[in-house]
Every structure is written in structure tokens, then in C-alpha cells.
């Protein structure tokens, strides 16, 4: 069995893949702690979340083992899960969750024939880096301040819109603890902390008397309703809710940052070819696969967990060790009630989403601030995704106002023809079709 791997060839054994896939779910297992919890506000039941965000992840990081060999783990992705419930869902009146899913589920299917095409690669060839730059960072932005929001810290005001919250709310206090000590957790470097964060916030929650486990810790786990019954269904939803730039906001976002994420680790695990990735058809498809899949079920898109450069530092080299990361997800399901439980706290899972977004803003530092024409465009996505609830949004004022600058300036030639394509089109949304 371990032959499929190439252990040697790799320069790698069996018990360091088996630590290494243990560091990375680890540092990813919040996953199915906090997504449950976002996609609870767009009205998805927690079982039905709880459980297809485990089925995204295992067949996701089983396909990335089993066909490209590489210690990549695949869940649904921080971000997009907000932006399904905050934006998509929480912003369209008459769009209910499973017309999202619908979405969801089309972005899927697209993602897996762009895997499979050339039009993958010039696709992210013809986005400018600013705005690729931009785009992490104001999701970074986004997913912060919902954090900030549930814990209390930030609240709505009349005047200013937002506003210092109560900081003596015990659950304000609660939260403010467990964000120091995951910070505390991470400044030390160790594997884990925003897990390990969680669990000691839920003790200390015990304790006071905010958490019980009435439920009790575990339970057999359920297989859930599928969502997605029809596929002609779905694509028939997006057209008649006119989900376009949905779908392509969900398509963009999965695409560069999954494509990122998986250059990345596999640059630090030193199994890049110059520049290019081997198997990388196959890798995409783990992703696509997953997120077409995971709408079926009940969760939002996958994508390439950048938590996987733990278990890279800890010697995996290998689909080994993300088949050890499928296994513990699989084992994780039977553990419901607890997970169910810690999740309808939103003090212990917030301080993950402000972490989260924290790393994610690091992107500002690569933007080119020198030129208005680039710095522009980057700089109003990470301002609008946040104060607009809307990634789409976001997306579409940075694709906008990046050729209509160029071209002011005479760069057009340095824009690409489907920059300006989707410039047309994002305005087309913006001004004819209702939000």
C-alpha cells in the first residue's frame, strides 16, 4: 500500500508522514468547529454543516493522496463560507441557502472543467497581481470584522455605524481571553494553537457556567439530506436568480487561492519542478471535486488549507499524510454533540475568524503602492468587501476601476482582453441587477 506513495523516493517514512498528517489536521481541524457555526446565520442546520464540511474534506484530501501524492489537505475555505452567508444569503432577500448551494454547486462544476483546460492557467495569468493581492486581503478584512462582531467588541451604531461594544458582557470578556490566548498559543509556534485556543476557552466557558454539554461528547454520526437533488435544477436557480457574479466571485477566489496555497506548499516541501507543479491537473481537481461535492451536501467551496505547511514542516512529503488527515476528519464526525455544543458559543470560535483574517491582510505588504493606477484598484476591494458584507462586490469595484485607470494613464495594452471583459460585466451587474 505504502508503495503508492514513494516514501523513499521522497525522502520521507511512515511515522513521520503519520505526525506530519496529525500536525496538520491539528492546525485545520477548527474547520469543523467554526464553518458550521457562519453558515448556521445563512439558516443551514449544524448537522447538516457539521457533516458535509467532513465529506468535502475527506473526499477533497483523499483525491489530493490518492491521485497527485501531495501532504495538501482540501475543506471548505474561511471567507467564502462567510461571504455565502453574509453576502449571497444574508443580503438577497428572496435567495434562500439551497439556491446558494445551487451556486455553489455550478462554480463547481465550471472549476472542474477550467481544471482540466488550459483556460486554468490564463485565467490566472490575466488577473493582475494587485488585485489577486487585494482580493486576500479584503476577505482577510471581512471574515475579522464578523469575528469582532460576534464576540461583541464591535456592535452597530446610528451614528458611525459601528461602534465600541460592552467590554464588561462576560461573553465580550469570554472572547477577549480566548483571542489571547491563541495569540499567545501562535507567538509560541505551536502546532495547533487555534484548536488548542478553542479548547481552553471552552474549559474556561465550562467553568463559568456559559458552556454545558448536555448532549453529551459523542454520537453516531448521520449521513446527511443531499441539497443539491437535480444539477439541471441548480443551473437553472443561478440563471433565474441571475447568480453570475456569485459564481464567478466563488470561481475566483477558489481558483488563485487554492493554486497559491498549493505552489506554496509545495515549494516549501521542495516537490516544485523549477517552476512548474507535477500533477497539478490532478491536484485542482481535488479541490473542484470537493466543492462540487460539498454544495451537494451542504457546504460552502473548498479549498487548499494553508495550515498543510505544518505538517510539511514536520517531514510530510507524501499523500500519506493527507490520507492521515482523512482519517482523523472521519474519526472527528463521531464527535457531534461536542463540536455542536462548543459551536453555539460563538466567543470560543470567533477568535479564530480574527486570527485567520490577520494572516490573511499580510497580502499588503506585496501590493504595488507607488502606483495609483495599481494601488487604486487593491485598495478599494480591501475597503468595500468589509463595509459592503460582500465579496462580490469587493471584486467587482477593483475590476472596474483597474482598466478604466490604465487606460486613463495609456496602459491599456498592458491590460489582458478578459480584464476588460469582466469589467463589462461586473458593471453590467452592478448598475441593471438589484442587490
Same mark, same amino acid.
Given at each position: +500500500?505504502?508503495?503508492?506513495?514513494?516514501?523513499?523516493?521522497?525522502?520521507? #517514512?511512515?511515522?513521520?508522514?503519520?505526525?506530519?498528517?496529525?500536525?496538520?489536521?491539528?492546525? +485545520? $481541524?477548527?474547520? =469543523? =468547529?467554526?464553518?458550521?457555526?457562519?453558515?448556521?446565520?445563512?439558516?443551514?442546520?449544524?448537522?447538516?454543516?457539521? +457533516?458535509?464540511? @467532513?465529506?468535502?474534506?475527506?473526499?477533497?484530501?483523499?483525491? +489530493?493522496?490518492?491521485? *497527485?501524492?501531495?501532504? &495538501?489537505?482540501?475543506?471548505?475555505?474561511?471567507?467564502?463560507?462567510?461571504?455565502? *452567508?453574509?453576502?449571497? $444569503?444574508?443580503?438577497?432577500?428572496?435567495?434562500?441557502?439551497?439556491?446558494?448551494?445551487?451556486? /455553489?454547486?455550478?462554480?463547481?462544476? /465550471?472549476? &472542474?472543467?477550467?481544471?482540466? !483546460?488550459?483556460?486554468?492557467?490564463?485565467?490566472?495569468? %490575466?488577473?493582475?497581481? #494587485?488585485?489577486?493581492?487585494?482580493?486576500?486581503?479584503?476577505?482577510?478584512?471581512?471574515? %475579522?470584522?464578523?469575528?469582532?462582531?460576534?464576540?461583541?467588541?464591535?456592535?452597530?451604531?446610528?451614528? #458611525?455605524?459601528?461602534?465600541?461594544?460592552?467590554?464588561?458582557?462576560?461573553?465580550?470578556?469570554?472572547?477577549? =481571553?480566548?483571542?489571547?490566548?491563541?495569540?499567545?498559543?501562535?507567538?509560541?509556534?505551536?502546532?495547533? *494553537?487555534?484548536?488548542?485556543?478553542?479548547?481552553?476557552?471552552?474549559?474556561?466557558?465550562?467553568?463559568?457556567?456559559?458552556?454545558?454539554?448536555?448532549?453529551?461528547?459523542?454520537?453516531?454520526?448521520?449521513?446527511?439530506?443531499? @441539497?443539491?437533488?437535480?444539477?439541471?435544477?441548480?443551473?437553472?436557480?443561478? &440563471?433565474?436568480?441571475?447568480?453570475?457574479?456569485?459564481?464567478?466571485?466563488?470561481?475566483?477566489?477558489?481558483?488563485?487561492?487554492? !493554486?497559491?496555497?498549493?505552489?506554496?506548499?509545495?515549494?516549501?516541501?521542495?516537490?516544485?519542478?523549477?517552476?512548474?507543479?507535477?500533477?497539478?491537473?490532478?491536484?485542482?481537481?481535488?479541490?473542484? @471535486?470537493?466543492?462540487?461535492?460539498?454544495?451537494?451536501?451542504?457546504?460552502?467551496? !473548498?479549498? *487548499?488549507? =494553508?495550515?498543510?505547511?505544518?505538517?510539511?514542516?514536520?517531514?510530510?512529503?507524501?499523500?500519506?499524510?493527507?490520507? !492521515? /488527515?482523512?482519517?482523523?476528519?472521519?474519526?472527528?464526525?463521531?464527535?457531534?454533540?461536542? /463540536?455542536?455544543?462548543?459551536?453555539?458559543?460563538?466567543? &470560543?470560535?470567533?477568535?479564530?475568524?480574527?486570527?485567520?483574517?490577520?494572516?490573511?491582510?499580510?497580502?499588503?505588504?506585496?501590493?504595488?503602492?507607488?502606483?495609483?493606477?495599481?494601488?487604486?484598484?487593491?485598495?478599494?476591494? @480591501?475597503?468595500?468587501?468589509?463595509?459592503?458584507?460582500?465579496?462580490?462586490?469587493?471584486?467587482?469595484?477593483?475590476?472596474?476601476?483597474?482598466?478604466?485607470?490604465? $487606460?486613463?494613464?495609456?496602459?491599456?495594452?498592458?491590460?489582458?482582453?478578459?480584464?476588460?471583459?469582466?469589467?463589462?460585466?461586473?458593471?453590467?451587474?452592478?448598475?441593471?441587477?438589484?442587490?
Amino acid at each position: +500500500m505504502f508503495k503508492l506513495f514513494r516514501l523513499k523516493e521522497n525522502g520521507t #517514512n511512515v511515522k513521520t508522514e503519520l505526525i506530519a498528517g496529525l500536525t496538520t489536521f491539528l492546525t +485545520m $481541524v477548527y474547520i =469543523v =468547529v467554526v464553518n458550521p457555526v457562519i453558515l448556521k446565520d445563512a439558516g443551514v442546520p449544524f448537522d447538516q454543516v457539521f +457533516m458535509a464540511t @467532513i465529506i468535502a474534506a475527506v473526499i477533497g484530501t483523499l483525491w +489530493m493522496a490518492l491521485f *497527485a501524492n501531495y501532504p &495538501i489537505a482540501i475543506a471548505p475555505g474561511m471567507g467564502l463560507n462567510a461571504y455565502f *452567508a453574509y453576502s449571497v $444569503v444574508g443580503s438577497h432577500g428572496n435567495i434562500d441557502y439551497v439556491t446558494a448551494f445551487s451556486a /455553489v454547486f455550478v462554480a463547481g462544476i /465550471v472549476f &472542474i472543467i477550467l481544471s482540466i !483546460t488550459p483556460f486554468r492557467s490564463k485565467l490566472i495569468e %490575466a488577473i493582475p497581481v #494587485n488585485l489577486k493581492l487585494g482580493i486576500t486581503a479584503g476577505i482577510g478584512l471581512f471574515i %475579522a470584522f464578523i469575528g469582532l462582531r460576534q464576540t461583541g467588541v464591535i456592535t452597530a451604531s446610528k451614528e #458611525n455605524l459601528v461602534q465600541l461594544g460592552d467590554l464588561h458582557n462576560p461573553l465580550t470578556i469570554l472572547a477577549l =481571553v480566548g483571542l489571547a490566548i491563541t495569540l499567545i498559543l501562535m507567538a509560541r509556534n505551536i502546532h495547533g *494553537a487555534l484548536f488548542i485556543g478553542m479548547i481552553i476557552t471552552a474549559i474556561i466557558a465550562l467553568f463559568t457556567g456559559q458552556l454545558s454539554f448536555d448532549k453529551g461528547f459523542v454520537g453516531m454520526p448521520h449521513f446527511p439530506e443531499f @441539497i443539491i437533488h437535480n444539477p439541471i435544477t441548480a443551473f437553472s436557480d443561478v &440563471i433565474h436568480h441571475s447568480l453570475y457574479a456569485v459564481v464567478f466571485s466563488f470561481l475566483l477566489v477558489t481558483i488563485f487561492d487554492t !493554486t497559491g496555497t498549493m505552489v506554496g506548499v509545495a515549494e516549501q516541501a521542495g516537490l516544485m519542478k523549477g517552476k512548474t507543479m507535477p500533477r497539478a491537473r490532478e491536484a485542482l481537481l481535488s479541490d473542484s @471535486i470537493a466543492t462540487t461535492i460539498g454544495a451537494i451536501f451542504g457546504t460552502s467551496p !473548498t479549498s *487548499a488549507f =494553508v495550515e498543510s505547511t505544518s505538517g510539511v514542516a514536520a517531514g510530510g512529503r507524501t499523500g500519506l499524510t493527507t490520507v !492521515t /488527515v482523512a482519517v482523523l476528519f472521519i474519526i472527528s464526525s463521531f464527535f457531534g454533540p461536542l /463540536v455542536s455544543a462548543v459551536s453555539g458559543l460563538s466567543a &470560543i470560535t470567533a477568535p479564530a475568524l480574527i486570527i485567520v483574517g490577520s494572516m490573511m491582510i499580510g497580502s499588503v505588504s506585496h501590493i504595488n503602492w507607488s502606483e495609483l493606477d495599481e494601488a487604486f484598484p487593491a485598495f478599494i476591494i @480591501i475597503l468595500s468587501m468589509p463595509l459592503t458584507s460582500s465579496i462580490a462586490t469587493g471584486i467587482a469595484f477593483g475590476f472596474i476601476s483597474y482598466p478604466i485607470l490604465k $487606460v486613463v494613464r495609456g496602459k491599456w495594452r498592458e491590460v489582458h482582453p478578459l480584464v476588460y471583459l469582466f469589467a463589462v460585466l461586473f458593471f453590467l451587474q452592478l448598475a441593471f441587477i438589484p442587490h
